[in-house]
Nanobody
Framework: QLQLVESGGGLVQPGGSLRLSCAAS????????IGWFRQAPGKEREGVSC????????NYADSVKGRFTISRDNAKNTVSLQMNSLKPEDTAVYYC???????????????WGQGTLVTVSS
């Protein structure tokens, strides 16, 4: 069974940092581009960041550029999202998702995690 499990969410004050992790089980991430998505209450899901299967290409939503960094460790079968300078508007459930393709194509990923809640509040 193909599974992705996110971890690292929680409550943080504005300006703080969190590191989210996405671990795969039942398959290897080597051949998958991985994206992080988020959905805030009452809003549509949006793409946050994506990394190609090799890790050589990344992209970010304008709202998180310069604050978030995506990375991957294929040897550990994990992908991480380092989030710095967090803002209240970053509050959302964050999901990682895997697309069996070399690059971040914008296609609907085939495998999704269950999500981890990030709350930015004082």
């Amino acid at each position: 069974q193909l599974q992705l499990v996110e971890s690292g969410g929680g409550l943080v004050q504005p300006g703080g940092s969190l590191r989210l992790s996405c671990a795969a089980s039942g398959f290897t991430l080597d051949y998958y581009a991985i994206g992080w998505f988020r959905q805030a209450p009452g809003k549509e899901r949006e793409g946050v960041s994506c990394i190609s299967s090799s890790g050589g290409r990344t992209n970010y939503a304008d709202s998180v550029k310069g604050r978030f960094t995506i990375s991957r460790d294929n040897a550990k079968n994990t992908v991480s999202l380092q989030m710095n300078s967090l803002k209240p508007e970053d509050t959302a459930v964050y999901y990682c998702a895997a697309d069996k393709y070399y690059y971040c194509s914008g296609r609907e990923p085939q495998v999704w995690g269950q999500g981890t809640l990030v709350t930015v509040s004082s």
